[in-house]
């Protein structure tokens, strides 16, 4: 049931379409934090539009029955991460202020659906090991440029605690990484073939 809707081409559609807004959102909910980031940065300043992005090219590849293997292993990896990151970092914000905006709960929310899209469809893409390396030298550069050079998401009731988030951040990529190979590793994916279903 559950492969039948994942793989029905109006779901895709669907899929697309949400994850494309939710991109776009993304970048928006950013613009302050990017008006003020040295250019140097600004590709990796927005981490979760990004990984959404990525995965917004997966499906748009996907619906043609067509591969992008490097786009597919940033996506799982990328949205896993950023998935879970902005679940935890929403409610340790609740934790230290004893509230959450409506927003938050919102992001929490969104950020969960997509740490969970990005596993559902691990079947289906055409990642080897060498496109995991890749996507992983991306991903703990990006904890450099975030923890080392100080262009980590602004969470201001989290700021005393940056260290200890670079730190859980650091280890969050890595078990990222290590979910991706572990659930992609196989060369023969079923992903190779059409599956999808007319409209």
Known sequence: MLKAILLDKRFLIVLLIINLLGTIYGYYWYRYQLAITPDIFLLFVPDSPTASLFFTIFLLFFIYNKHFPLVEALAIITLFKYGVWAVVMNLLTLLVNGSLSPEGYM?????????????????????????????????????????????????????????????????????????????????????????????
């Open 107 to 199: 992001l929490m929310a969104s950020h969960g659906a997509m740490a969970i899209q990005g596993l559902l469809y691990a079947p289906y893409y055409k990642i080897k090991v060498i496109h995991i390396v890749i996507a992983a030298i991306w991903t703990l550069h990006n904890d450099v440029i975030d923890y080392v050079f100080g262009m980590m998401p602004l969470y201001k009731s989290l700021t005393e605690y940056m260290d200890k988030i670079g730190y859980f951040t650091f280890w969050l990529s890595i078990i990222s990484i290590l979910i991706a190979y572990k659930l992609t590793k196989d060369d023969k994916k079923i992903g190779s073939q059409s599956y999808m279903k007319a409209p």
